[in-house]
Structures are given as structure tokens and as C-alpha cells.
């Protein structure tokens, strides 16, 4: 099971450490392939006085402090074709954001490195058309048809996050699970799922009481990993604490799904 955990954002070198230390367990399980992310730039923030992260010099820095520490694999966001080359040299998977799944410039930048590819479904798609958006990425890495077996090769994975349901909130279909599953390896992102756009007056908020029993549905639905923010405390988290879980409920929430999985 892939499974990619860490905070929203770079908040300090401290902090991240901090969480970085309490994922080790992740890394040294056996059914878990494991991926520890963090953004240097949250580029969408609602308002622009949210906190957005360190930028990308100093960001790269410390994600490569924490691979160099803990040994993990990385993840992060580009949001600009101009990112991808240098966040390539520093972390193993490239996260495409959810508001930028159809940008084909970045897509195809993206595809052109040697870096696994996560595109984030955005909350406005219908998931049969992210096949548009894979083959985007697959062409440009010498596929030239949509197939789970193509997208493993091409190492090219898929994100849900909820879709738009009316003003300030986000719905599940467990159906899309499937649907992109057929195209290529999805990963549920549980947190992300629960989180309320704009829901916090010029921030967002989020229900995370429903992060486990949504990612519980997903591991029963069938999907090839998990995505979870995390912090040591999510109310003073600098970005979407709302929708984060505290380092036990991870723990609790992992050990659930892997359990699930083996049925």
C-alpha cells in the first residue's frame, strides 16, 4: 500500500522534523510503501494573507534535510512549469494540484522528468475525464493508451479528493474510485476529502471526524493508496489543520485500512 503522509506545508525546519520523526514507523512497515510530503508554496490559498510556506529554494533545502535525516521518499506540489525541473532533482513524486489537472503545459514538463507523476483530480471533473489528463502525461512518456498497466509503467498515479457539492463543501463518490482505477493506480486522499473551501471565513475548514470512516470506504472500494496530512497539533497548523489528523489517529487510522486490505 502506498502510503503518503506529512503536513500541509513547510512551516519550519522544526516542525517538520518533528513530524518527520514521528512517521518513521511508516517507512520501516513492511506493507507500506511510504512518501513523505510537504508543500513549499501553497499557491491557492483562499485569501492573501494565508500563510503559503517558505518558497522553493529554501523548501527544496529542507525536504532534502529531511530525506538526508530519515531516508524517506519525497513528495511535493509544482505549480509552475518553471518549478519542475529543480523540485525533480529533490523529490521522488511530483504532485500535480487539484485546480491544475488540466494545465497541459505543466502536465507534459512534468512527464518529461524521470519523477514518479500524482495528479490530484480536480473538484470539478468528472473522474472518467481525468483519462484525458493521464494520457497527457502518457504520451509524452511513450504511451499512447489509458490502462492501469500503462500508468504503473509510465508511473503515473491518480488522486481523489472530493468533488464540489453546492457552496463550501466536498462529496466522495466511491464510484470514482473505480472509474479512474481503471486507468491507472488511485490514491484516496482522506483528508482532503473532508475539507470545507472558504468554510473558516477566507480560510478553509474541514470535518475531520469523517477521515477515517472515508478512508475505511475507499480501502473496502479497492484503491492502491492512501494520502493523509498530519501534525503534532493540527489547531495551530499554519494550513488546513481543520482536516488534519493527530499522530495517533494516523496511526489508528492506517493500521484500520491495512487490516481491510488484507480481508
Known sequence: MILIAGPCVIESRDNLMRIAENLKKYEQMEDIEFYFKASFDKANRTSLESFRGPGLELGLKLLQDVQKEFGFKL????????????????????QIPAFLCRQTDLLVEAARTKRVVNVKKGQFMNP????YSALKVLKTRGYDEATYENSQKARLWLTERGSSFGYGNLIVDMRSL?????FAPVIFDATHAVQMPGGAGGKSSGKREFVAPLARAAAGVGVDGFFF?????????????????????LYSTVNTILAIQHL
Do not use: C, W, Y
Not at 128 to 131: L, P, Q, S
Not at 231 to 242: E, K, M, N, R, V
Open 229 to 249: 496530512e498530519t501534525h503534532f497539533d493540527p489547531s495551530i497548523a499554519l494550513s488546513d489543520g481543520a482536516n488534519m489528523l493527530k499522530f495517533d489517529e
Open 128 to 131: 472518467a475525464d481525468m483519462e
Open 75 to 94: 513528495l511535493t506540489d509544482v505549480h509552475e512549469v518553471a518549478q519542475v525541473k529543480a523540485v525533480a532533482e529533490v523529490v521522488d513524486v511530483l
Open 178 to 182: 473505480l472509474i479512474m482505477r481503471e
